[in-house]
């Protein structure tokens, strides 16, 4: 989730579970706590100018339920034995403050798409519940009056409240985030199934800055198919549009270790193209047709095989205000053609 987010719910955490007396202390430290585990791309950075490795490194170790318990209790430790006295005179609240505000990171990460490598240093494919979008106000906004509340209020029982408050609706938000995700996973069932892709892999994903409108991807043998569902609008079938992949050059160079590791990151929802003789791969989870937030280059065309090349990245081209302005409209309305839904229809220009 965006940094506001993470701060925020940091400094509620801990700031709810401290005493009242420390309220104002434990906001702070939380809100540092939580936006903590996020530097880990200072180093990546440091470490590697493959953007491959910078994007799938990121969420690794500082993310890891493995790694930060044993960080949390080294940092109270550290304040109990040389801090101002706080952590020492009330050590067990002191302890699951700084506990859960950094574990709350990457549990609230793991609801993004991006995936989040909540057992590093263990392999499994990253997490992505993929209920939420990386900023989502309807999230956010509960947790920003708790800890505004808290802070002028500090020890007065309305800062505990207020606090209460804002959690309980942020996390009742991220309930009907997982129940409007069932709700469009039903209907994409139905559809898939009528055309008979009902055991293709696929993922569903909020659009920007909602849960009511909702993307759907589903590979396909020589390619995917993308569909929209709104919550609001939308009545009869869900609607697929096919795009084809470049299914032979991705075999042909799946052995790579960038190829392998954009995989296994994401989830193998990868859409694959030749661009002026370069294999490019789009990461179908983020972004959407023609359109993605990572792309790279990986391999060049080399006679009747491939070379591979050091990947980069290719720029998108998105225009983000007509993107937001779409969201919001697509929201509302259903398409008119809404009655073909139901079948795939092809895409109506290739790459």
Not at 52 to 72: D, N
Not at 127 to 148: C, E, N, Q, R
Not at 270 to 290: F, I, K, N, W, Y
Not at 321 to 338: M, N
Request: include cysteine.
């Amino acid at each position: 989730m965006d940094s506001l987010s993470q701060i925020l719910l940091g400094a509620s955490v801990a700031a709810a579970v401290v005493p009242a007396a420390h309220r104002r202390a434990a906001l702070a430290a939380g809100a540092v706590l939580g936006t903590l585990p996020d530097l880990d791309g200072i180093p990546v950075a440091l470490m590697t100018d493959d953007p491959v490795l910078r994007m799938t490194l990121h969420r690794g170790l500082t993310h890891s339920l493995l790694v930060l318990p044993l960080a949390a209790t080294l940092i109270w430790w550290l304040f109990r034995r040389f801090g101002n006295g706080r952590v020492a005179a009330s050590p067990t609240r002191w302890f699951w403050a700084i506990q859960l505000a950094l574990v709350t990171h990457p549990l609230l990460d793991a609801f993004t798409v991006y995936g989040t490598q909540l057992l590093w240093p263990l392999q499994p494919p990253p997490a992505m519940w993929s209920s939420l979008f990386i900023i989502d106000p309807l999230y956010t906004v509960w947790l920003l009056v708790g800890v505004l509340v808290a802070t002028v209020a500090g020890a007065r029982p309305v800062a505990g409240r207020a606090l209460a408050f804002g959690l309980v609706l942020s996390c009742g938000y991220i309930g009907w985030s997982l129940t409007a995700k069932a709700l469009v996973e039903r209907e994409a069932g139905r559809a898939l199934a009528a055309m008979g892709l009902q055991d293709a892999p696929r993922f569903s994903v909020p659009m920007p800055a909602t849960t009511l409108l909702w993307r759907v991807v589903a590979m396909t043998p020589d390619g995917y198919v993308e569909g929209y569902r709104s919550l609001v609008a939308d009545r009869g079938p869900m609607r697929f549009t096919a795009y084809p992949s470049d299914v032979a050059a991705l075999r042909a160079n799946a052995d790579l270790p960038a190829v392998r590791r954009l995989s296994w990151f994401n989830h193998g929802f990868m859409g694959a193209h030749v661009v002026d003789g370069t294999l490019q791969l789009s990461d179908l989870r983020m972004g959407s047709e023609p359109d993605y937030f990572f792309r790279f280059a990986v391999a060049r065309r080399d006679g009747a095989g491939w070379t591979a090349i050091a990947p980069r990245q290719a720029p998108m081209a998105r225009d983000i205000g007509a993107t937001w302005q779409a969201t919001w409209s697509r929201i509302w309305t259903e398409p008119v053609d809404a009655t073909a839904a139901g079948r795939v229809v092809p895409a109506a220009s290739g790459r």
